[in-house]
């Protein structure tokens, strides 16, 4: 060991030197991507409880000669303790579930049907993925690789990140970056498809006040979600059956504690080591490609697709019953809670001051989560 | 591209089974909750409470009764 | 893949399709037992904090298809994780030694002779799950088994846990809804015994103040129980020093940021994914046999014998000692910190309205902790 | 069966030869520190907390000179 | 089994039997030292987040035929999951990257320097070190041990913890109680040293008032150092790399639920659990060596050059530039923050009484955590 | 031995190197942020809550009429 050799050993593994060696500027342009998310989080409020640390993973995964994301690195350690087993999505499912009231849903039960609706997003873009794949050569994705981009279209990360895991790994960093973007963009994207597809007379629809929910039907509800997904589709159980234990721990008050702790130190110290276990897949030979590109088309589709999914039914509904429905209200159906709910509620109030379409939203926004991890379960059970 | 189809169809028919189930089931909790709402007082979850009420209230008592000993 | 073969496919993976396949309803009871736990825990108030994800733990592993306790899924890795390791009961302990206090004890060190006393209902269980074993055909409990069944009328959870993960794993779910659920049924169990074995007289003994304990004598405690525990029994370590680590934690005064976190954020988020993992434990193969029937009549035996053993050497020591005991105050020593000391409490009311036991029975309560803990230390180096 | 008899009776004296040592230290420690209470005035472990006290207390001047020093 | 037989076997394996044993006095010992960390600790006040932890693990560890600390215990296994993984060292440094404040350094940017200078420490250690081991036959420190040993004078824990449980995890245990210590004894280590190296007049010094920095400046800082490190050592991105994480939550003030759990539930849960499996590493055949010796001495000559290298960089600045700095706050740039910084204020004060430094100490003293964590770095890169 | 001072030297020189760089990096920054100090108004992040702000009076305003309807 002389002096002159070891300052070279030490240039040779600088960042420089690997930015510079064959295949560097990849990660030079991954840490540019990242740095990017991160300014997205910062300035422009794009879900930064994720975006931040999925930027900061990806900036470490793509340090040269660091090898944070190769095995021994400690985000690989973190990606296969809690990604690759699939707990981490799980936990922040138990959270969300201790966060989330479904007493909107309980007291409209039929808004759940708009929930289910916004899942088309899922299933159009599934096949979209399946014809880039067939008519752009640069593109290959295979039938799980395409059921993970569908799922963007559910605009819930856990169950993104969840299924993206198990299906097609190599495509979880992208993916997860296009769901929690668009998640953050659906004060942009939605509102032009829910003026399309409704008249100004269907957007000023006044909603009758809902019904108080009672402390049991709130109790009952996350057992028998449960049960059902149990009688229908064992594949969806681990997601919906979290989220449903977290409801149950809120619920039922005896737990406080343990509610508490789910919905606050439990899922924020989970969201930290997700995000940068999430950001560490985004490895600049799999992120810098067409495909990446395809996937943020694809995704936006998924979130169009959906919202009109959603407001289309609700139009259906209108047709078929009596009690009306305000068609804006079917957008909340995608999920992204809870900002799609308040979009539609913006988007009512520009067509009648009056009219606060909040609460009637969050019946099919909430039902949107339950119908993307059935969705989810279904993909799981068809494309393994 | 085939398969495509059939996941729509099949997992779009889940979905709407799953969901749909869950309009009807949710129908039939309201009508029995709202049938039988007196049997299930506001705050159910309180029936145990007032056992422990009572023994904090004891607990309480103990600590007073604690105090005046050591004070007198 | 076709429409109709998909359909199939998902039929044959659906629940229903799962209960009606052979062993499948054993399957469904179990579901129904997770059910009627939560229902216990909600309603009845039992143990509420474990036995809600005890309980969903359970349905969550018995849902057909899922997989979810098996190799690969969740609550098997959790449970390999927290539970086979050991770690779980072991921050569960950490965090209820930074709750408890130990003055009442140190105030009136002879008590501690009562928590010894109720270990008692431990070793006449283990003698009566052998001699079950050896009459009943159907039941065939091993000596670890009887050792595990046994540390039921330790009264605590945590040991009981790790006791039985490590001598028998396939009885854990059982053992340790026995545990809980007895420990909830204390109020019921314990006071006709404790009227059988006294007189009113005895009943209504006032014992004297207790004196005031100083800082620097609680901050030796737990050294000191260590110490002894190194000395007498290393195998009792892990749990006596997990203990005494947090109760020096809380009494120091100098780590109470530690302290704190110990027994709020860090005992609720190992409470739930504990619960849930001895809740996979319950598999029905294992569950729905004559044993359980039989560990849960051991267990109940081994509440009753722990507590006459409390009462009955208290009344052995008022004949021996000039400074009177009130025998009620013996059945605490089981553990079940702290309602046994509640229930002594709340009977020696009724003999005397002016005679408040709840600090006096603290300490026999605490020292059951501790009592239980060695005799798990005994039948770990014994039975292995 | 005569197994589970030998570990009653091992288990069992084992149980009470612990607490009933920890009877006897507690007594001693018990008879130490009333003795000697004068050594260990109430709350020994605030002996550390004056020096950051003091800390503290210059924190607090370096802060409001800070504080003039920024406004002046 | 019989009863005789039983109480020979339960004997030949109590602690008591194990310090009678051939080598047992090595591990009564240990315990004895662990008793006197903890005493340290709580009645000295030397770092008891740490040294409890640390003491109690070493107690737990060197119990006789417990095993705690041996493949299958528990402390086993927190030690390999969390600190040979490097995970611990990484969560506690992104807490502290969530509690710092790079104000100081980023008014008075040239104090950065200072902390560079403290870290002649390391690596005069590291030389004295190798030194020892060529003239003292007892001591036979390779270039991993004496590098390991050198980061002592980084004064900052969980880089030590991470650069050891690299290079010599088997001195883990004695570093780590030997940087703590030292940074216990800041305030009577450095002080001497400071009076000698400085006149009065230099010591009365007073420096401008620190300029106000912006909220901007503050959330690109992170970035720039991660950039930074990225470029020129990305052997030393993981710690880097996290403190920068935690400081960048802190700083951009759109995550706070994150960055309030770093600094607070997650860094105290990871505290006990690494305070732990570091004692774990005390073992009696590897501590109770003249080795240890060595690495104590050594380590307060790392602590005694690196404040002395502070203060004399800090002089000949003054020499070089016109703004003049009062020499004190250089021997806040060996890190132990707060404690270096209070040091300089509490000396500056004695020459006059006017005259607050602390916040012009803290530039170097926060300046010196990145200066440690860089020398790591090289030490990784060139020594592994 | 030798080992040990090219490492000193190495070490120093990379731990000045990069601190020296950072404080020209700082420099830079503070002349920027100086320079440039209206394009921040102080508290930057705060750019995303006005929208937020709107949105939860809103939400109040819902509640309120909820209230009302419920109420009324
Ligand atoms: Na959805
Ligand atoms: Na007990
Ligand atoms: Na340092």
């Known amino acids: 060991m002389n002096i002159i050799e070891s300052f ?26 990242g740095l990017v998310l991160i300014w997205l989080a910062i ?66 039960p039929k808004t759940a049907l708009l929930g289910a609706a916004a899942q088309l997003g899922i299933f159009a873009t599934l096949i979209g993925a399946l014809l880039l794949s067939k008519y752009v050569p640069a593109i290959g994705f295979d039938i799980k690789d395409a059921a993970s981009i569908g799922i963007i279209g559910g605009a819930d990360g856990p169950t993104a990140i969840f299924l993206a895991s198990k299906l097609s790994p190599d495509l979880l960093g992208s993916i997860a970056v296009a769901a929690y973007s668009y998640m953050a963009l659906v004060p942009i994207i939605q509102p032009p498809i829910m003026r399309l597809l409704t008249t100004p ?26 049960v059902l997904c149990i009688l229908l589709l064992p594949s969806a159980t681990p997601l919906i059956g979290m989220l449903m234990f977290g409801n149950l721990l809120k619920e039922c008050g005896v737990v406080d504690r343990l509610s508490n702790t789910a919905q606050n130190e439990l899922i924020n110290i989970v969201t930290i080591l997700l995000g940068l276990a999430v950001g560490s897949k985004l490895a600049a030979e799999k992120f810098l490609t067409l495909e990446t590109l395809g996937i943020v088309l694809l995704g936006l589709g998924a979130f169009c697709i959906g919202t009109a ?76 | 591209m085939a398969e495509g189809f059939v996941l729509m169809v099949v997992g779009m028919s889940v979905v709407f089974a799953f969901l749909g189930l869950l309009v009807g089931a949710m129908n039939l909790c309201a009508t029995f909750f709202i049938r039988f709402a007196h049997w299930f007082p506001e705050a159910p979850a309180k029936a145990a409470q007032p ?22």
């Open chain 1, 201 to 226: 007379e269907e957007r000023a629809i006044e909603m009758k006040q809902l019904r108080h929910v009672s402390k049991a039907e709130k109790i009952v509800f996350p057992i028998m979600v449960l």
């Open chain 1, 309 to 384: 999914g959603g407001v289309l039914l609700a139009k259906l509904m209108n047709k078929l019953c009596k009690d009306q429905i305000n068609p804006l209200i079917g957008s909340a159906g995608v999920s992204a809670v809870p900002m799609a709910a308040r979009v539609s509620n913006k988007v009512g109030l520009e067509s009648n001051p009056h009219n606060f379409l909040l609460m009637h939203a969050m019946g099919p926004n909430v039902a949107g989560v339950l119908g993307s991890a059935v969705a989810a379960g279904v993909l799981l059970a068809l494309c393994r």
């Open chain 1, 8 to 33: 070279k050993s030490l240039w040779t593994e600088t960042g420089l030197a690997g930015f510079l060696a064959a295949g560097g500027w990849g990660n030079l342009v991954m840490i540019f991507v």
């Open chain 2, 51 to 72: 056992a422990q009420k009572t023994d904090d209230c004891t607990a309480i008592a103990v600590a007073i009764a604690a105090i005046k000993a050591r004070i007198g």
């Open chain 1, 43 to 108: 300035k422009k409020g794009f879900e930064p409880l994720l975006l931040i640390p999925i930027g900061f993973g990806g900036i470490l995964a793509n340090i040269p000669f660091a090898g944070i994301a190769h095995e021994g690195g400690f985000l690989y350690i973190i990606y296969h303790m809690g990604i690759a087993s699939g707990l981490f999505p799980l936990l922040i499912f138990l959270g969300v579930g201790a966060m989330t009231d479904f007493g909107p849903l309980i007291a409209n």
